[in-house]
T-cell receptor, first 113, second 112 residues
Framework: GQQLNQSPQSMFIQEGEDVSMNCTSSSIFNTWLWYKQDPGEGPVLLIALYKAGELTSNGRLTAQFGITRKDSFLNISASIPSDVGIYFCAGHPRSGGYQKVTFGTGTKLQVIP | DAGVIQSPRHEVTEMGQEVTLRCKPISGHNSLFWYRQTMMRGLELLIYFNNNVPIDDSGMPEDRFSAKMPNASFSTLKIQPSEPRDSAVYFC??????????FGSGTRLTVV
């Protein structure tokens, strides 16, 4: 089945730095979704992207739907301690309709105050 | 909107016992998903329902696992008998059409 390769697996950054993470697939996706999971909680949807090339922001977060429809990236600007968590990319593969979402393996972000 | 509600939040049980996890999806959502999360395997889709009908249960590990959705506002995931390797966080999520999922807070299951 489809797999999403997410990188990096983990990262340590200094508070105030910008962060970039990405997600790639071998097949085309119809939507891209970015989630954040805090410890002890379920993942929470941050940004949803529906069109190739789409660039969407949510506060300090910006995500883009790649032109090839096989990748997406998430940027966090001016990181703060509460950005700590695991970030998952996810999406609806073109072949799977809109019911079943494929998840990436996650990027664990640590912010050093 | 109370979101997706899961119960219990934590469950500790002895090997061989039956475990039932419960989920109330967001009202109006027509799809419901059960996921399992472990350090080794990440988020694994176990089963999902569309309009209360099971669509894909290929992720259910084995016959010890079963899931039901008797109506649009309630679903259960049952493990019988439970084994230590079933220890994980189990998430329920619901969605409507192409929107992203809304996850519950999860049930942390420990089988000793």
């Amino acid at each position: 089945g489809q797999q999403l390769n997410q990188s990096p697996q983990s990262m340590f950054i200094q508070e105030g730095e910008d962060v970039s993470m990405n997600c790639t697939s071998s097949s085309i996706f119809n939507t891209w979704l970015w989630y954040k999971q805090d410890p002890g909680e379920g993942p929470v949807l941050l940004i949803a992207l529906y069109k190739a090339g789409e660039l969407t922001s949510n506060g300090r977060l910006t995500a883009q739907f790649g032109i090839t429809r096989k990748d997406s990236f998430l940027n966090i600007s001016a990181s703060i301690p509460s950005d700590v968590g695991i970030y998952f990319c996810a999406g609806h593969p073109r072949s799977g309709g809109y019911q079943k979402v494929t998840f990436g393996t996650g990027t664990k972000l640590q912010v050093i105050p | 909107d109370a979101g997706v509600i899961q119960s219990p939040r934590h469950e500790v049980t002895e090997m061989g016992q039956e475990v039932t996890l419960r989920c109330k999806p967001i009202s109006g959502h027509n799809s419901l998903f059960w996921y399992r999360q472990t350090m080794m395997r990440g988020l694994e889709l176990l089963i999902y329902f569309n309009n209360n009908v099971p669509i894909d249960d290929s992720g259910m590990p084995e016959d010890r696992f079963s899931a039901k959705m008797p109506n649009a506002s309630f679903s259960t995931l049952k493990i019988q008998p439970s084994e230590p390797r079933d220890s994980a966080v189990y998430f329920c999520a619901s969605s409507l059409a192409r929107e992203g999922y809304t996850f519950g807070s999860g049930t942390r299951l420990t089988v000793v």
